[in-house]
């Protein structure tokens, strides 16, 4: 059996008394393109969040590619991870955030060439080009020297696909990525997913309200409810058949509502 | 913008022409020291912004930023000397500092004293802004896996900077009123020039006339300043024009 690409262990996570992720078990393979789905206050922003280390762990190992991320090896022993063994692991993540983030003060073009320079060590021509090829992809070549303020919410998102591609990650977060949209700019972030989705070369997670866009991206859904991964399935099946009865009530009730 | 430009025109004619008037008139006598005063006050308060800017961002960014140790001497000085007088601070530099063997030239004890004593005000600005800048930012920068110190270098510190600009003018506008203290570390400022000519002289109105529209050139000039800066540093966020 090989290494899932990422992959939790009893993962605990917990504000005060208030556990939000207990006990998660879950994994996601290679290229694979995963869904969370659940109620409002479930946990799904929040296990992209510690996998993201925006929030640390209380209990468990978060692994990816096979190596922890939340703890390293030290003589055969697993240790709280060093600031230098989680931004080694964590280059491989990016991430998309609901309310878009990008950076107010940098143009389109400097948002996407800022980390690879300044993380990486990029060269900053090689970074442009680079990025100026991530732009066009998601159709903005032209806004390269518009700052965020003069963009739209779906081109703002869209930058912001970008700038975490020119990282080169090989896992893409995505947080509720049209949540924050007028519905007519939806279809234009949806579609880039869309088109990273089917490329194969990214490993996705995707928490999102858009029921209809899950069911046709991912290759696994999973439902989430107070903290825990109660059934999990392709999308035919978990939308189709649904068998746990807070599943059957959360669909009844999101498809109600579209 | 349109009115503080005007008026700081006005003021710039009114205190020229004043000194036209004071040139042809007998007023002369009184007018050189008058300038060595305000060469003073400029003096000292060029040196003492320049001390105070830095401080307040030295100690506003590691209260922010800093480890245990480091937010802690911070609060410490900001606390030692935001809550002490600044008069009481002057004395202490220039009178109580001796005995400890530890002398200083007056400029420097004004320029210690004043731009230490706004600095600490000046760090809680920075700190304000500083924690201002929204925690996505932050966010972002780690999921781009940036290290904590380009984040602050390039990502959170930018943006508070025009964030602190409001507030750092007015702190320099009041600095720049507080230098008539330094009368008290024997140096002649404006104030205190001003002053003896009247006590010599008794011309009180072309006197002070003179000394309140420095004041008010210097003030309009860091409020102008401060106005161009904020714009300069926040056109960004305006929605593009065409
Ligand atoms: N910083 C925090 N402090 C305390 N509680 C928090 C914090 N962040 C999240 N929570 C709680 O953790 C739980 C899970 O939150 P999370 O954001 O993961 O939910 P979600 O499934 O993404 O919900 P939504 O669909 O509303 O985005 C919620 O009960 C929330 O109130
Ligand atoms: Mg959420």
Redesign the interface.
Known sequence: MSEPKIRFDKVLKAYGPLKVLEDLDFHVDASEVVTIIGPSGSGKTTVLRVLMTLEPIQGGVMYVDGEPLNMMMSDGQLVPASKAHVRRIRDKIGMVFQSFNLFPHMTALENCIEAPIHSKGMAKSKAIDESMDLLAMVGLADKRDHYPSQLSGGQQQRVAIARALAMRPEILLFDEPTSALDPEMVGEVLSVIRRLAESGDYTILLVTHQMGFARDVSDRVCFFDGGRMVEQGKPEALFGHPRNERLKQFLSKVLEAV | MAIPRIAFIFAITAFLAGLGVATFSELRIFLPALLRGAVVTVQVSVLSIALFLLTAFVAGIARAFGTAPVRWSAAIFVEVFRGTSLLVILFWFFFVLPEFGVVMPPMVAAVLGIGLNFGAYGAEVVRGAVQSV?R??T?????????QF?RMT??II??AV?ITIPGLSNLTIELIKATALVSAVTLTDITFASVQQNQLHYRTLEIFAITVLLYYCLAQFIRFGGGWLEDHFSR?????SA
């Open positions: 929204p996505g930012q966010e972002a920068s780690i999921a781009l896996n940036m290290t380009k390039r990502i930018p943006q025009v960004h966020l305006k929605p593009r």
